[in-house]
């Protein structure tokens, strides 16, 4: 997570800059946008805190830690991982670090807990969720990680 943090505390500088350079910081309507920046590199800053956001493989699932929310799913919740292409199309419209990420598919009984958008948006990938970018990991090396914590939690429900 730190890249996209980076990326949205560079363009939250260079909008402030940009509206302190330009005179305009006593305008009502450049108060708001010069407010709305300020708080995106807030959250921006919180991002680059070392285990401000995580993913941890546990006995029971996955969860998800991030600085605005906290998910956590279960094994069972879940039938495999799948790499995911932002830019199929080869045109490269996503940079690198975003071009790749690790979606999810859920089991039936799963599915109509998710939203209709969600669904939707996912669908179009070939899965029912994503997960954020691990740091220090690629996409492809965090699918075979979890498809193997999955296939081993289905080994360990077997044997019990």
Known sequence: MKRPACWGLTLSA???AVIFLSG???DAGARVFGFALASLALVCVTCLI?????LV???EGITLNQVLWRQH???ERLRAFTLIDFDGTGIGL???W???SVGYLVTEEQLPALSRLARK???FYGCHGSLPPVDGMSADELVALLNRALASSRRREEEA
């Not at 070392?50 to 995580?54: I, K, Q, T």
Request: aromatic share 12%.
């Open 14 to 16: 260079a909008g402030l």
């Open 24 to 26: 305009h910081a006593g």
């Open 50 to 54: 070392p285990g401000s956001s995580r």
């Open 57 to 59: 493989v546990g006995e």
């Open 73 to 75: 799913i279960r094994w």
């Open 94 to 96: 996503s940079p690198a």
């Open 98 to 100: 975003a071009r790749y």
């Open 121 to 123: 948006f996912h669908g």
